[in-house]
């Protein structure tokens, strides 16, 4: 049998699911600091490296998701910063937390999915996570090409078709 990249072979390919997950102990810890919840809790993740060559055709603004921020729902930022026009708009979404600087690294950002019910991300590395990590979430992936359309992040486990309701932003 030919041997692929990294010494895999079409056995191995794709590996067993999951094959990463968020720690338990830091999962324990987000979960307590998000506390308890009235309705589903939707994680955010709207621009990425602004110095990211393709990052016009990536990020958009916080507030092309007013629509989904108007809904009865709890959200959490995933962004470590924001821009200040972000920021003074999420200073008047009282269902919106942002963490920012308590997100130390990845590991903090896995729990805090795996904390959430659904996630809404552009193409950042929010996106890829759902796969290794065979996430019980949803993605949902804005994108500023088409006027905030929308396409799916595809995992081994699938993903069913959301409902687009963020149109011409």
Not at 82 to 88: L, N
Not at 151 to 158: D, E, L, Q
Request: proline fraction near 8%; aromatic fraction near 8%; charge should be neutral.
């Amino acid at each position: 049998m030919d041997t692929l990249a990294f010494k895999t072979d079409l056995d191995t390919v794709p590996a067993g699911i999951p094959y990463l997950g968020a720690d338990p102990e830091r999962a324990h810890i987000w979960r307590a600091r998000l506390g308890q919840r009235r309705s589903p809790l939707i994680g955010l993740a709207w621009s990425g490296n602004p110095f990211h060559w393709q990052d016009r055709n990536r990020s958009i603004a916080l507030n092309c998701l007013a629509p989904l921020l108007s809904q009865p729902l709890s959200f959490v930022s995933l962004q470590k910063a924001v821009s200040e026009t972000d920021a003074r708009l999420m200073a008047g979404l009282p269902n919106l937390m942002h963490l920012g600087d308590e997100l130390a690294d990845f590991d903090d950002t896995a729990a805090v999915i795996d904390s959430s019910d659904l996630v809404v991300t552009i193409d950042t590395a929010v996106s890829i996570w759902p796969a290794p990590w065979a996430s019980r979430r949803g993605f949902f992936c804005p994108t500023p090409r088409n006027g905030v359309g929308c396409s799916i992040a595809k995992t081994p486990r699938g993903i069913r078709p959301l409902d687009c309701f963020v149109r011409n932003a």
